[in-house]
């Protein structure tokens, strides 16, 4: 207050000075400016680190949590899930996603997402840690296609993401069997790839099986590769005994897919990628040969087909040579018939060896070549016209005779009649003769047409002539009979009687009580007597024959 | 010229015009009266402006993150406490918001809408109860005791999980004291002052 007083003394003294209040500019506002710059940087630095936000739809949205779901690539989190919305219709679930900045290139409409959720099956347990983690999304990125920020979210896991080395081939199956996503494929019992898809074809005929060989086996899978359906127990039983053949217990649980080549084929260039192949449904199966040209024919039988099915063979002199294709039933209704008009394909591959016209011996390759030029052109109608002039027939015949199974034999019948070379719908007939059943029913015909001549009514006429006066016969042959009863029988009656009294007399001269008896008994006690004393005196002689002279030796003494 | 008691010992003095940075003391017991702040308008505003910055930051970016091998777990201020509720702690959940969150926009949505018409002199309604709700509410701002939990929580819970702060923890730090700065510098004596002549 003192301070203040004497200022204002002062300030009587003197003239006031001017006050120049500075108005800069306040230091202390650095500070909320500095908070505004990192703070707008920060915000600036968040915006842009956003990356861009998708939309994946699944059909549930089992395990997946807004804010909390990451979408992973090789376990890398490149995304978050931001929210979980049911679609329009409900039927399933659009999950809203943010991507990382650096994923923009991969977000194509190649790319697949699905959920992965912990896995327990057999021969495959996986994402054991999304128990305690919770599912997550994941994501084969691939920049190939067009770029799209909607995606549809695979229900199965994906088997092969992109960048794995290896390469795709696709199965042709008429069935998917036991094969399943992740099933095994096996090259001489190694396990080198999976089954990674399966799909119907454009007319849904067959199955398309897409599977993953992984490198270095790849290279393994040639053009002509055979791939088979290891699936289940191959059991053979021969002379060795049973014999259990079997890719791998886990290919009889789970299925699973072998290839190799088969044992004298020369290995093939590699596979391109997604090269189809045939999936044989097993192992004996994938190793039979497959032909290029086939010919078709048709043949009309007029006997039963029972027995004779599409895929039943066609043999030469026991060699097959083709298959049956089809059998139908067809009306005439001009003649009011029926007729078999069966199919027949004919693979002329079959034919190991070849004596070509100018008399040369052509085998494999050569001879395929052979086979296919006369595939062509006239050529063809020419042989087949020559081989049915010949003779060259197709009979039915029986080729189990426990399942009545039929095949059709192709033969030379030189005697067989004369048939037009004729074309049906474009397909050559082939001229048929009856099978040897038809043969035998014929035969049975005429023995049974002579059993018809014989003349079995007269015969019958003459049989009952015969039965009256045998008859006849038989009453006369009563009537001796009678007379004998009446008359002899009586008599031999009698004469039994006296018989018996004489035999009751001779009884009681011989019998027991009978005085013969009793005397004779008595004669033989005394013969025998008699000659048990001569037995004595022989002995007695015997040691002292001198007796006989001087008499008994006790007597003497 | 006008009266001031002393809030120690309630004698009652005359104040002086005081120079800047000058303290006042109480002539019976030397207990600080008041100090005239320099400025205090613009450092008050500067500092707010600053805190408000920061309270967005803090209140906008995540938090605290989680990690224990492939659980992660990530949580901003308003997550955090949207999960207590979601829990079921319901008083403690309202305590939080109450105390690190609305509170401490309170007091600077308070201090904005007193300065600022002071700054720029010109007259506003309701600046009185408005200054008086500020100061009813400033002992409730308790973000320093948030941030002390947190920070007991992970050192605690750093050996079970790996815990990453986020960037609004340091922005939550640096607004408590920012905050600090802000109420340090309102002149409590001059507002009322001012409001009282201005009115």
Redesign the interface.
């Known amino acids: 207050m003192s301070d203040g007083n004497s200022e204002m003394k002062h300030a009587e003294q003197a003239p006031e000075a001017v006050v120049q209040t500075k108005r800069s500019f306040s230091i202390i506002w650095v500070v909320p400016i500095i908070a505004l710059l990192i703070g707008g940087w920060l915000t600036f630095k968040a915006m842009t680190e956003k990356g861009p936000v998708i939309t994946i739809t699944f059909e549930t949205a089992e395990g997946l949590e807004a804010g909390k779901t990451k979408i992973k690539y090789k376990d890398v989190e490149v995304g978050k899930v931001t929210a979980i919305d049911l679609n329009e219709d409900r039927s399933g679930v659009v999950v809203s996603a943010e991507m990382s900045p650096d994923a923009k290139p991969y977000l194509t409409d190649k790319t697949q997402f699905w959920v992965v959720r912990a896995t327990v099956a057999a021969g495959k347990v996986s994402g054991l840690g999304t128990l305690l983690s919770g599912a997550y999304i994941g994501v084969n990125p691939t920049t190939e296609g067009e770029k799209t920020r909607h995606f549809k979210g695979l229900e199965k896991t994906p088997l092969v993401t992109e960048g794995m080395p290896g390469r795709h081939f696709v199965l042709q199956s008429r069935e998917l069997g036991s094969l399943d996503l992740g099933s095994p494929i096996y090259y001489r019992g190694i396990k080198v790839g999976q089954v990674v898809g399966y799909d119907f074809d454009e007319q849904a005929e067959s199955v398309l099986i897409k599977v993953f060989v992984n490198a270095p086996f790849h290279v393994k899978v040639r053009e002509n590769s055979r791939f088979w359906n290891a699936s289940g127990i191959d059991m053979t039983m021969d002379a060795t005994g049973i014999k259990l053949n079997t890719e791998s217990l886990i290919s009889i649980m789970l299925g699973g897919v072998a290839f190799d080549l088969r044992q004298h084929d020369p290995p093939g260039e590699p596979a391109e990628k997604n090269h189809t192949f045939r999936l044989y449904p097993d192992k004996d199966s994938s190793k039979e040969e497959t032909y290029d040209v086939k010919r078709y024919y048709v043949m009309f039988f007029d006997q039963s087909v029972r027995g004779l099915l599409p895929g039943a063979p066609v043999e030469i002199k026991g060699i097959p040579v083709g298959e049956v294709v089809s059998v139908k039933l067809q009306f005439d209704e001009q003649k009011l018939d029926f007729k078999i008009p069966v199919l027949i394909v004919l693979e002329p591959e079959r034919l190991d060896i070849v004596v070509t016209e100018s008399g040369e011996i052509v085998e494999g390759a050569e001879k395929n070549a052979e086979v296919r030029e006369t595939q062509e052109g006239s050529n063809l109608e020419l042989r087949a016209k020559q081989l049915i002039e010949k003779g060259f027939r197709a009979q039915l015949k029986q080729g189990n005779l426990l399942t009545g199974q039929m095949f059709v034999d192709l033969d030379f019948y030189s005697d067989a009649p004369k048939e037009a070379f004729e074309k049906v719908n474009g397909y050559t007939v082939f001229p048929t003769v009856p099978a040897p059943l038809e043969q035998i029913v014929q035969r049975v015909e005429n023995i049974l047409g002579k059993v018809e001549k014989i003349p079995f009514g007269k015969i019958g006429q003459e049989l009952q002539a015969t039965i009256t006066e045998l008859n006849a016969t038989l009453k006369e042959v009563k009537n001796i009979s009678g007379k004998v009863n009446e008359e002899t029988i009586p008599k031999v009656n009698a004469s039994l009687d006296q018989l018996q009294d004489t035999l009751r007399g001779i009884e009681s001269t011989l019998g027991p009580d009978s005085a013969l008896n009793y005397n004779t008994r008595q004669v033989t006690s005394e013969l025998a007597l008699a000659i048990r004393s001569i037995r004595s005196l022989l002995e007695y002689l015997e040691r002292d024959p001198q007796a006989l002279i001087l008499g008994k030796e006790g007597d003497k003494k | 010229m006008h009266r001031i008691a002393c809030h120690e010992c309630d004698l009652v003095h005359d104040i ?2 005081m120079p800047a940075r000058a303290t006042a003391r109480c002539v019976r017991c030397n207990a600080v009266l008041f100090r005239a702040q320099a ?1 205090s308008i ?2 008050t505003l ?6 408000l ?2 309270y ?2 803090a209140v906008s ?1 995540p938090f605290l993150a989680m990690k224990n ?5 990530e949580t901003g201020l308003l997550t955090g406490i949207q999960l207590l509720f979601e829990q079921g702690i319901i008083p403690l959940a309202t305590l939080v918001f109450l105390t690190c969150v609305l509170i401490p926009l309170i007091q600077m949505l308070g201090l904005l809408y007193i300065f600022v018409p002071l700054k720029l002199n010109v007259r506003v309604q309701y600046a009185m109860p408005v200054f008086r709700l500020f100061k009813h509410v400033k002992p409730w701002s308790m973000m320093e005791i948030y941030m002390l939990g947190i920070l007991v929580s992970i050192v605690k819970l750093g050996k079970m999980a790996t815990i990453i702060p986020g ?1 609004a923890v340091i922005a939550f730090g640096l607004l408590i004291f ?1 905050l600090n700065f802000a109420l340090a510098s309102v002149d409590s004596h001059m507002v009322w002052e001012r409001l009282e002549g201005g009115s």
């Open positions: 002086p015009p400025n613009d450092r500067a500092w707010t402006f600053a805190g910055v920061l967005v930051v970016f091998g492939p659980i992660f777990n960037l920012v």
